[in-house]
């Protein structure tokens, strides 16, 4: 079994990818009043977990980028090298 960075780099993506969408769907289908922003129903912490979720997918997303990219330079280094 051949496990690479570029693998472990898409398998982050589409796990983001995924968390990124779920929280989506959450925040969207939260019920919304007619005077919903800045009334005292409002509940923020129905928000709290949807959001960090996006922003967890935020990070991760990132983090897959950077490791394509050290891959990306790793490989030209080596045929440089080899070169």
Known sequence: MNISSSTSAVNLLNTSQHK????????????VNKQEV???EFNSSDLIK??????EAELETSAAVKILQTEDKTIGALLDVNA
């Open 20 to 31: 990124a969408a779920d929280a989506a769907q959450k925040i969207a289908t939260l019920p």
């Open 38 to 40: 800045g009334s005292a």
């Open 50 to 55: 949807p959001v960090l979720s996006l922003n």
